[in-house]
C-alpha cells in the first residue's frame, strides 16, 4: 500500500523582524498542505530593499523555526546588491506544490516572475492568505520602538510648508500644488511624531508604470480594500496611516490624492544612466553627480531617478539614518531639509 504524496506549501519573505502578521501567514499557509517550507530572504537581500539588516538571517531562521506550524526554513540565494529580488531559483529548487501569498492578484492580468516559475513547476499560486489584512509593517515596527530613544526632531511646518511652496511654483509637475503641500504637510507630522523611519512617496503615479514596480507582491496593503485619499485624511478617513501603511517599500499616490498602493518596490531605474543624461561629467559617485551635498542612501537615488522616469511626479523621501526630507521632480532636487 502507497503512501499519500505529501503537500508541500511555500512561503517567503524578509520577515524582519517577525510580527503576529507573519505568524498568521504561516498558520493559514500550513492549513494548505502536510509541510511548510519558508524561503527566507537572506541578508543581502534586505540590504537591497531595506538598506539595513535588524535581525541577522540566522537569528531569523531560528525564531521562525520555533513557530510549531513551520517545518523547514531555507534562505535564498541573493548576492550583494542583487539585481534579481523574486525567489524564483529557490521555486524550482524546492518544487513545492503550493505557493502561498498575502498579496490578491485577483482581476488583474499581471505576470510576475513567480507566477511563471509556477506554472512550469506545476505549483499553485494561492493569494490573500492569512487573515486581518496588513496588520503591521516590519519596519514600522522597528522605528515605533526606535522613536522611544534620543531627541525628537521639532519641525516649523508651517515654515517649512511656505519654503516647499516656493521652491515648485514653476514645477514642471503639473499635480495640484495644493496636494503637493498637503503630501509635504502629512510627512512632516510624521517627523515630529517619530524618528528612525525611511520614507518613500511618489504623488501622481498612473498605471502605465506598474511594469517597474513588483505591485502582486504588495496587494495585501489595507488601502487595496479601504481606500484613503490624502485630502480627507484626519476627517472621515477609518484607517490612519501613520499606523497602517507599510513603510518598507514606495507609497503610490495618484493625481487626485488616492494612495494606491503601499509597500512597492520599484524596480529597474538604472540611476546612473538617468544621471548622466540630467548631469554628464565626471563625479565621485552619484549622489554628487545628482546634486546631493553629501552621500545618501540609495533610496533616494532611486527616488530622484523616479522623478525624471515617472514624468511629471513629484517625490518625497525621509532617511532613516540622519531624518533628512527630500523633495524631487523631473530628476532635481527641488527642496532638502
Known amino acids: 500500500m502507497s503512501q499519500k504524496k505529501q503537500i508541500v506549501v511555500a512561503v517567503s519573505g524578509g520577515f524582519d523582524p517577525i510580527h503576529i502578521g507573519h505568524v498568521r501567514l504561516f498558520k493559514e499557509a500550513k492549513k494548505l498542505g502536510d509541510k511548510l517550507v519558508v524561503i527566507l530572504n537572506n541578508d543581502n537581500w534586505l540590504e537591497k530593499k531595506k538598506g539595513y539588516v535588524f535581525m ?12 510549531d506550524c513551520v517545518d523547514e526554513v531555507v534562505f535564498t540565494k541573493h548576492p550583494k546588491n542583487p539585481k534579481d529580488m523574486t525567489v524564483c531559483r529557490e521555486l524550482k529548487e524546492l518544487k513545492p506544490h503550493v505557493f502561498a501569498n498575502g498579496g490578491d492578484r485577483k482581476g488583474k492580468n499581471i505576470v510576475i516572475p513567480e507566477v511563471q516559475v509556477c506554472r512550469e513547476i506545476n505549483c499553485r499560486d494561492i493569494y490573500n492568505i492569512g487573515y486581518g489584512g496588513k496588520i503591521q509593517s516590519s519596519s514600522w515596527l522597528l522605528s515605533k520602538y526606535l522613536q522611544n530613544f534620543g531627541p ?18 514653476n514645477s514642471k509637475a503639473k499635480t495640484d500644488p495644493s496636494l503637493k503641500l498637503k503630501v509635504a504637510e502629512l510627512i512632516l507630522g510624521l517627523m515630529n511624531k517619530k524618528g528612525g523611519f525611511g520614507l518613500f512617496v511618489i504623488l501622481g503615479w498612473k498605471d502605465k508604470w506598474r511594469s517597474y514596480t ?11 480594500k479601504h481606500p484613503v485619499n490624502i485630502r480627507r485624511l484626519g476627517s472621515s478617513t477609518k484607517y490612519d496611516i501613520a499606523a497602517t501603511v507599510d513603510f518598507d517599500g514606495a507609497i503610490l499616490i495618484d493625481s487626485k490624492g488616492n494612495i494606491v498602493h503601499s509597500g512597492i518596490i520599484i524596480e529597474g531605474l538604472k540611476p546612473r544612466s538617468v544621471a548622466d543624461k540630467i548631469n554628464p561629467g565626471k563625479f565621485k559617485d552619484l549622489s554628487e553627480q545628482f546634486g546631493f ?20 511626479t513629484t517625490v518625497f523621501t525621509v532617511s532613516e539614518e540622519n531624518d533628512s526630507f527630500h523633495v524631487f521632480e523631473h530628476g532635481q532636487i527641488a527642496y532638502s531639509l
Open 152 to 169: 525628537r526632531r521639532s519641525i516649523e511646518i508651517k515654515k517649512v510648508l511656505s519654503e516647499i511652496k516656493k521652491s515648485i511654483r
Open 214 to 224: 513588483d505591485l502582486p507582491d504588495a496587494e495585501q496593503d489595507i488601502y487595496v
Open 293 to 312: 551635498k553629501q552621500k545618501v542612501h540609495s533610496r533616494h537615488l532611486s527616488a530622484i531617478t523616479c522623478s525624471y522616469i515617472f514624468d511629471g
Open 56 to 67: 541577522p538571517q540566522k537569528e531569523r531562521r531560528e525564531v521562525i523555526q520555533a513557530i
